[in-house]
């Protein structure tokens, strides 16, 4: 017999909601084949089955928080299980003159193709025949917004003339909502927040980005960003002043030797910051690749639940969205957070003249419990050297 508990989705995350048993009682199950979904505030996903058998009994009902480590559900393992088909449940025989209940219809078949889990999450839950949805991603492939599309319903009829007009829509929040929220109010409970803003000449790495981008894409499969430059920039920071990559724990100091940084990503209800391991000893081509994968999985419900625990420090792009600067919440229980800014021309004056340099604004939410001032300034010092002397290739 195997518990099947609640897994911890983050280092400071303690229950999840269990939001779909994807099995139910008598089920077969497969080891690493999904079992049920949670929602926390860091993460939405399908949790897979520890191991292959048979559903025995299920102790958490959908919709209910649990704290994490708690068994939910307990599976009969196969060499336990008999080969042939679970006992049959006594019940009286129907009467003779009862019609056969009709077979069950087959569920909806789906288009061949690669299909995100999201869209075949989606299609279970609407009964939805894929093979009459029309896809309008790339080769033809079904997205998330097509069936959203093929959900819609056709538009109402316009009210009455003279007929009172509704003013609100009134929806509850989602459980990773609600989440993210009590998980951002605890932050600022916790920590004396504080951020610093410094001004980063960004125009060596924008050439060594446009130098490099074209070879990079042909090589790797995938665009070559600012991002892991900034991630780059920060691990050697890091490294200089260990306070920012440590944690506080009561009275004590917790300095961690790993350099594990969270990169955020914005997902459609949402966010989750997945966790690149040792990005210290990665360079640009690796930090690269290491944050199209994570967002990748982020977004396609794939991430498994080491990859979103255990950063000692975090980063948040909004700079791909147009803003400017930003003052992040710092992820607990981390420190220091920075953010980052779009990279745009700006005209500045050098050597009392003006000049057109690739400026981008950094910020840095830090802890004041444990961080001056003065420490977080040299910290962002150090960033901006980094980059603004970046010699480091690319390939």
């Given at each position: ?24 009682p ?52 196969s ?33 061949s ?60 929040l ?21 951020t ?5 000449d ?10 490099y ?45 790993d ?38 999985r ?5 991430l ?30 981390q ?61």
């Amino acid at each position: 017999m195997t518990d099947v508990v609640m897994p911890q989705m983050g280092e400071s995350i303690v229950e999840g909601t269990l939001t779909k048993w994807l099995k139910k009682p008598g089920d077969r199950v497969e080891r690493d084949e999904p079992l049920f979904e949670i929602s926390t505030d860091k993460v939405d996903t399908e949790i897979p089955s520890p191991a292959a058998g048979v559903v025995s009994e299920i102790l958490v009902e959908e919709g209910k928080t649990v704290g994490i480590d708690t068994v939910v559900a307990r599976i009969e393992e196969s060499s336990a299980v008999a080969p042939a088909v679970l006992p049959p449940v006594s019940s009286p025989e129907p009467p003779v003159s009862s019609p056969p209940p009709p077979a069950p219809e087959p569920p909806p078949a789906e288009p061949s193709g690669s299909l995100s889990p999201l869209v075949r999450k989606l299609a279970r839950e609407h009964n939805i025949d894929l093979s009459q949805v029309k896809g309008t991603g790339a080769g033809g492939r079904i997205t998330k917004q097509d069936v959203e599309t093929h959900l819609a319903p056709a538009a109402a009829p316009p009210p009455p003339a003279g007929a009172p007009q509704p003013r609100t829509r009134i929806e509850p929040l989602s459980p990773m909502r609600i989440k993210i929220a009590e998980h951002m109010v605890l932050s600022k409970r916790t920590s004396a927040h504080v951020t610093t803003i410094h001004r980063v000449d960004m125009t060596k790495v924008v050439k060594m980005r446009e130098r490099y981008k074209a070879e990079f894409q042909a090589s790797y499969g995938f665009s070559l960003t600012y991002l892991p430059f900034l991630t780059r920039a920060a691990a050697v920071a890091l490294r200089h002043f260990p306070l920012l990559n440590a944690s506080l724990d009561g009275s004590n100091i917790v300095y961690h030797n790993d350099i594990d940084i969270g990169i955020a990503v914005a997902l459609e209800n949402g966010l989750i910051v997945p966790v690149i391991r040792g990005a210290d000893e990665k360079n640009v081509a690796g930090l690269q690749r290491a944050i199209v994968d994570l967002a990748t999985r982020a977004r396609t419900r794939q991430l498994k639940p080491g990859e979103v625990q255990g950063g000692t420090f975090s980063i948040t792009n909004f700079g791909s969205y147009g803003s400017l600067v930003g003052t992040p919440i710092i992820n607990q229980p981390q420190v220091a957070i920075m953010g980052v800014g779009m990279v745009e021309k700006t005209p500045v004056v050098i050597d009392d003249a003006i000049a057109i340099r690739s400026i981008c604004l950094l910020s840095l939410s830090f802890d004041h419990r444990l961080i001056d001032g003065a420490l977080a300034d040299q910290f962002m010092s150090k960033v901006k050297q980094v980059l603004e002397d970046w010699s480091e290739e690319v390939l």
